[in-house]
């Protein structure tokens, strides 16, 4: 399938499925991936501006927040030791470092500014190598994993960071959802080429069950339906796009209240 980067340059990827059935992969990968993130409207990465967008985005986080945090606290003790793998602007460790012990790493030299400006507990890392092997109880990447090229490697790494039946979350875009195959080639949530990787729940399943990892979980992002719809007409051109994009959204959580394959995926992983 052929994905445009409607979101910053207008250039055309293609998306081709890998070894592994219902997990895909963009094509070609730039050279410097890194300028393709250099907009102030990748919104995570910045100071609140308030405008009504930013607002509405920000109360939707809140609620995510809360909900990630809820995650987190069925899945480790108090002060267990959580690293949250390409954090942002630091809002979830910002959330949760009062409740357990927090580490931080993010590439992106702006956002890692924000994060430490936020938080006073969390300890920021360069790479993982800082971090003792089978210290953590806890690794989360919230709309991250689909960003790294090197998974196996990274996969690798995580599982000798982790303790003996530490837990990987995951939060992914799941490409087989009702929205995703809705919005075909306009679908927002394929965002190439910053996701390098695009999950199916089939193909999740797959990667994460095996020898060293047992997938224990899956949980719903619900307002993710709405915010990918919503962004997914406005790539379409719809002048409407909040209201289109809001039915569509619904409807795609309807339907995967029955079926299970929501418009974003958490997944709960032990480390074997």
């Given amino acids: 399938m052929k994905i445009k980067d409607y979101f910053l340059t207008q250039e055309d990827f293609e998306i081709k499925e890998t070894e592994i059935e219902g997990i895909y992969k963009t094509f070609p990968i730039p050279e410097n991936v890194g300028r393709y993130y250099e907009?102030?409207?990748?919104i995570s990465h910045h100071q609140d501006s308030g405008s009504l967008k930013e607002k509405i985005y920000k109360f939707i986080?809140?609620?995510n927040l809360n909900y990630k945090r809820n995650i987190l606290s069925q899945e480790v003790f108090e002060n267990a030791k959580v690293l949250d793998y390409g954090c942002g602007a630091g809002e979830f460790l910002k959330h949760i470092e009062n409740d357990v012990v927090t580490f931080g790493f993010e590439p992106n030299d702006a956002a890692r500014n924000f994060a430490q400006q936020k938080t006073t507990k969390t300890k920021f890392i360069?790479?993982?190598?800082?971090i003792e092997n089978d210290s953590l109880d806890a690794i989360t990447?919230?709309?991250v994993f689909e960003h790294i090229e090197n998974q196996k490697e990274m996969l690798s790494l995580f599982y000798q960071k982790?303790?003996?039946s530490g837990k990987l979350i995951i939060a992914v875009p799941n490409c087989?959802?009702?929205?995703?195959?809705?919005y075909q080639e306009f679908w927002a949530a394929y965002d190439v080429p910053r996701?390098?990787?695009h999950f199916s729940k089939k193909g999740m399943e797959k990667l994460m069950n095996n020898e060293n990892w047992k997938l224990e979980k899956i949980r719903p992002l619900l307002f993710d339906s709405f915010?990918?719809?919503?962004l997914s007409e406005k790539y379409k051109k719809n002048p409407l796009s909040w209201i289109f994009g809001g039915i569509r959204g619904a409807i795609s959580n309807i339907k995967a209240s029955k079926t299970g394959e929501f418009s974003s995926l958490i997944y709960i992983i032990k480390k074997n």
């Fill in 39 to 42: 907009s102030k409207d990748y």
């Fill in 61 to 63: 986080q809140s609620f």
């Fill in 126 to 130: 360069s790479n993982l190598e800082e």
């Fill in 141 to 143: 990447l919230w709309h």
């Fill in 162 to 164: 982790l303790k003996p």
């Fill in 176 to 182: 087989s959802s009702y929205d995703a195959i809705y």
């Fill in 195 to 197: 996701h390098i990787f």
């Fill in 227 to 230: 915010y990918i719809s919503i």
